[in-house]
């Protein structure tokens, strides 16, 4: 069974870093696309970045490019969101979720088969 575990995340001021873990487990995940998301209160869960564990390409919301940064440790089976120049809409719930399969762009919540049970970031003025 598939088991994803989510670490990192707290409090920090606007313009801080964070990283956010997300250790995987129940399956070799050669074959699937990993992917964070996040919600805020009264808020839709909304895309943030996929990484494709074998070759490791990456997809990014225009929200964060150029401050966040997806990326996959295969030995550690870890995956990883490291946060820069965070911002207060940065604010949310952030999960990991894992999607059966190679696939750019895969941005909607309900192509992802697995998730975790959240980790809050909370960013300051």
């Known amino acids: 069974q598939v088991q994803l575990v989510e670490s990192g995340g707290g409090l920090v001021q606007a313009g801080g870093s964070l990283r956010l873990s997300c250790a995987a487990s129940?399956?070799?995940?050669?074959?699937?696309?990993m992917g964070w998301f996040r919600q805020a209160p009264g808020k839709e869960r909304e895309f943030v970045a996929s990484i494709i564990w074998t070759g490791g390409t990456k997809d990014y919301a225009d929200s964060v490019k150029g401050r966040f940064t997806i990326s996959r440790d295969h030995a550690k089976n870890m995956v990883y969101l490291q946060m820069n120049s965070l911002k207060p809409e940065d604010t949310a719930v952030y999960y990991c979720?894992?999607?059966?399969?190679?696939?750019?762009?895969?941005?909607?919540?309900?192509?992802?088969?697995?998730w975790g049970q959240g980790s809050q970031v909370t960013v300051s003025s």
């Open positions: 129940g399956r070799t995940f050669s074959s699937y696309t």
């Open positions: 979720a894992a999607a059966v399969g190679l696939r750019v762009g895969v941005i909607l919540p309900r192509l992802y088969d697995y």
